[in-house]
Structures are given as structure tokens and as C-alpha cells.
């Protein structure tokens, strides 16, 4: 292969892995794939080239290939453990058996935290939940520090309906480990996040008896009192607690106002945060605040109809039976997840749209075209709305996708994803209005706050659910689903990446 001067070639495999990295970072793997992929043909026998192009293949979300890649990578650096445990998450991801990958590179690399993660992965997707939980558990008992290990064993205990002992391993390594604030602010977040508020506040009182009062006690202490409704007490943790840079905090402040019915004082903090770029979690609020006050930015934010597409694509799917019928498969949890939307129901695990099977593929190629459609009726760029100051001349990335099965009452939480730019709600399955219950039963709302904030706001938007009907709207919007009476509905639900 030749090029320019200057260039990066396959005679500096360093410079070429550098390059692919920085097109990682860059959204821009679709540019240096072809000379990165020639080079690692011409050269043949340099694993660090094949890893790179898999990484790239990865990044756009094109597993075959990068599984055929990392294949190469391995054979010619069977001890290579970085190659072994991305050869492994590809396989994962694509869904497909990743076991045996995963014990290979933890063979390679015991200490790796990740790979550990990767097999408890692998075994749940497996359908072997319960050798993953005694896995991880395992783990921990020998290595009580590692926080993301507890955090995730409480997820997956959850998920397989072991809510009783959810936070078993936290308060194991706390029994020993009591100093260890670390353990203490990660049980409190992952109480707090799965809105246990009221287990959260007893660990914040326990954890106090041991390490005194920090702002962090004192903050998480004022979240949760707010949000089991205890205003007063609240209050005055509220205001002794200074974290102005800190915008989960801020968010949760706004959200007492608003709770408390002080709407008025919540302004300024909003203002304050929407004005900067990096201020994802605050929109929600936002939208809340301005309507109640009749303030006209609530137009501009959210009353374009364009901000959301309602699209029915029954016909170009992949037969709908067949796909509720893979999708069943993937739903192994017996539980909804520990801090998540759903009620009554599961949820699937991994990224769903990044699978290798026939019908996830066809569906995903249908989606890119619809969400593409989509964007080209958004209204004009603006620079300061919140989903109007992205780029449109990017290819569609999915940041994550799953799959949701609700059962007789299940709904979702009025909730929003401030990591994606699009959020979606496509209908897969669905009983019929009879048994569903008839009027507005498992309808999608949009614009309509928690329910837990005890406002008066109606929805934006009421849409009826109908199989192969995809929903468009933007990630910040608050979103949920009335509850059904009876039957199943099955949907896959997908955030679009924020350009870059």
C-alpha cells in the first residue's frame, strides 16, 4: 500500500493503531477503514493492524467483520490479552456464545475487572444467570473494594428477582471494610438511582456512624428525603449542602423546587445550567419549569411537532411474528432492572441492534432509514436547542437498544435519556384493545412529568400503540406508557448518538 507523505503506513503499525484510535474518538472509522484493512492484508502477519480494523469494524457496529478480524488478530498473538478480551466482547455483543472467549482472556489477565464483567455477560446471555451471580460473588468476597463488581451483582440479582438480597455483596465488604467510603457512596447511589430512598437514607445513617458527615452524606441524604417526599427535613440539608459545578445535584435541587411548589426559585438554576452545552439532565426540568410559568421557551423547546415522528412501518419490517419470537428469546430476566423505567416487566441486556441475527439486521436497517427520515424534518439547526444544535450530515449511531416485555398492569415510568439525542419506541407485539383494556390503556405519553413530582401537567403527545408503529422524539423528553389491563406488549426501544 502506498501514500501521501506524511501518512501513517503499514511499515509503522503504531502510527496506523494511533490513527485508529483517534478515528475511533472522531466518529470517523468509515475514513481510515480502507487503509487500515489494506494494510493489515499486505502486511499479514501483524496482530496490532487486525485488532485496529476490528476496532474500527466495531465501532461501526459491523461484528461479522470485526469478529473475522479479531480472529486474525488472535491467531497471530494467542497471548495477547487485549486482543483476546476484545475478540471476546465482539462476540458478545453480536450475540453470540462468548464464553469460552472470555475464559480465555481471563485465563490471560485474572486482575481484569472488565473481563470479569464481560463473563458474567456472557454467562446471563447464556441463560446461566445464577453462575454468573455465584461468579461475581466469588469475586468479591476475595476483592470487597471493587465497587463496579457490587454495583453490577446488585443489577444482576435484581434482574433474576433476588431483590432481597440485591446490596448482599455491598454490605458484606462494609462489615469488613466499614472505613471504606468508596463502597459506602456506591451502595448509597445504587439505592438512590433504583429509587430505594428509604434504604438509601438508613446506609447514609450507617455510614455517618463511620465516617462522619460528609457532603456527600449530606447531599444524597437531601435527594433522598426529597424524593420519598419529606420536603422539610429535605430542605434544610438542601440548603447546607454547596455543589453548584455539580450537575446531577443541581438537577435534584430543581426537582425539589419543583416538588415543593416553588417554581419561581427553581428559574434561576436553570437558567444558569441551560445555558451551558454540557447540561443533558437539566432539559426535563426545564421543560417542566417553563409551562408551569407560561414561559414561551417552552414553545421554542418542545411545542414544534417536528421534534417527533410517529411512523408506521408494518410493511417494511421483517414479518413481526417472527421477530417477537427472537426477541422472547432474549428476554431472560425474571425482574425489571434495579434502575429502570419498567413496572411489570424485563428488559433485555446488551445492545440489541448490534446482534448478527437475520432479523435484528433487518430491522436495523429499516430503523437507520426511518430515524434518517426523521431527521431530515427536524426544524431548522439551532444552536442553543438542546436537539436542534447537532449536525445532520453524520451517519445514525445507536448509543444502546433493548428489548421490553410488559405483562398484565405493566407500564413504564414517566422517565427520560439524557445520554442519547433520539429516544424511540417501535411496537412488536401487542394484545388487542379488548384485552388491553380499552380508552387510553398502554398508550406511549410524551411530556408528561413523573409522577412523583405531583404536578398537574397533562402530556404533549398521547400516541396509541400499533404493531410496527415506530415513535421518534427527542431524549430529553419525559416519556412513559399508561398501564394495560392484560396480555403482552413487546417493543424494542433504541437511543440515536448525538452526532459528533
Known amino acids: 500500500m502506498s501514500s501521501r507523505p506524511g501518512e501513517p503506513s503499514a511499515e509503522n503499525p503504531n502510527a496506523l493503531a494511533q490513527c485508529a484510535l483517534q478515528a475511533l474518538d472522531d466518529g470517523n472509522e468509515a475514513e481510515l477503514l480502507p487503509a487500515l484493512a489494506a494494510a493489515a492484508e499486505r502486511v499479514r502477519d501483524n496482530a496490532l493492524l487486525w485488532q485496529c480494523t476490528g476496532l474500527l469494524y466495531r465501532g461501526l457496529d459491523q461484528h ?37 472467549l472470555f475464559d480465555r482472556a481471563r485465563m490471560l489477565n485474572p486482575d481484569n475487572g472488565g473481563v470479569h464483567l464481560g463473563m458474567a455477560a456472557a454467562r446471563f446471555a447464556g441463560g446461566d444467570g445464577v453462575r454468573a451471580i455465584a461468579e461475581l460473588d466469588s469475586l468479591l468476597a476475595s476483592s470487597p473494594a471493587w465497587v463496579e463488581g457490587h454495583a453490577t451483582l ?95 445535584f443541581a438537577v435534584r435541587r430543581v426537582r425539589h ?39 414561551p421557551r417552552w414553545q421554542w423547546l418542545e411545542g414544534d411537532d417536528r421534534l417527533v415522528s410517529v411512523i408506521d412501518l408494518a410493511d417494511r419490517l421483517p414479518d413481526l411474528d417472527q421477530l417477537a419470537a427472537v426477541l422472547r428469546d432474549l428476554h431472560l430476566a425474571r425482574a425489571q432492572p434495579l434502575d429502570q423505567s419498567v413496572r411489570g416487566g424485563t428488559q433485555t441486556d ?6 448478527s441475527d437475520a432479523a435484528i439486521q433487518a430491522l436495523r436497517t429499516v430503523l437507520i432509514d426511518a430515524v434518517e427520515t426523521h431527521v431530515a424534518r427536524l426544524p431548522p439547526v439551532d444552536p442553543l436547542h438542546p436537539t436542534l444544535r447537532y449536525r445532520r450530515d453524520r451517519p445514525i449511531r445507536f448509543s444502546g437498544a433493548w428489548s421490553v416485555r410488559l405483562a398484565d398492569s405493566g407500564y413504564h415510568t414517566n422517565h427520560v435519556h439524557p445520554a442519547g439525542w433520539l429516544s424511540s419506541a417501535l411496537y412488536v407485539a401487542l394484545p388487542d384493545e379488548t384485552v388491553r383494556g380499552g380508552g387510553d390503556a398502554g398508550w406511549l405519553t410524551l411530556g408528561q412529568p413523573q409522577e412523583a413530582l405531583g404536578l398537574d401537567l397533562p402530556p404533549l403527545h398521547m400516541v396509541e400503540p400499533r404493531p410496527g408503529r415506530l415513535v421518534l422524539f427527542p431524549s430529553w423528553m419525559w416519556h412513559g406508557t399508561r398501564p394495560f389491563a392484560n396480555g403482552e406488549r413487546l417493543t424494542v426501544a433504541f437511543d440515536v448518538a448525538p452526532p459528533v
Open 64 to 100: 461479522g467483520e470485526a469478529a473475522i478480524a479479531f480472529d486474525r488478530a488472535a491467531r497471530l498473538a494467542p497471548a495477547d490479552a487485549k486482543i483476546a478480551q476484545g475478540r471476546a466482547q465482539v462476540a458478545l455483543e453480536a450475540g453470540l456464545d462468548a464464553v469460552a
Open 154 to 248: 446488585a443489577r444482576l440479582r435484581t434482574m433474576m428477582g433476588e431483590c432481597a438480597t440485591a446490596t448482599a455483596s455491598f454490605e458484606r465488604a462494609l462489615t469488613d471494610h466499614p472505613r471504606n467510603a468508596a463502597l459506602w457512596q456506591s451502595l448509597v447511589l445504587t439505592l438512590n438511582e433504583g429509587e430505594q430512598h428509604t434504604a438509601a437514607l438508613d446506609v447514609i445513617r450507617r455510614g455517618r456512624a463511620q465516617l462522619g458527615d460528609t457532603p456527600f452524606f449530606d447531599a444524597n441524604e437531601a435527594i433522598a428525603l426529597s424524593e420519598a417526599g419529606d420536603v422539610v427535613r429535605a430542605e434544610a440539608l438542601f440548603a447546607r449542602v454547596s455543589l453548584a459545578d455539580e450537575e446531577t
Open 257 to 295: 423546587f419543583l416538588r415543593s411548589g416553588r417554581v419561581e426559585q427553581a428559574l434561576p438554576l436553570i437558567d444558569r445550567w441551560t445555558a451551558r452545552r454540557d447540561a443533558a439532565l437539566i432539559w426535563p426540568n426545564a421543560a417542566i419549569a417553563w409551562r408551569l410559568t407560561g414561559d
Open 350 to 355: 446488551g445492545h440489541l441492534l448490534r446482534r
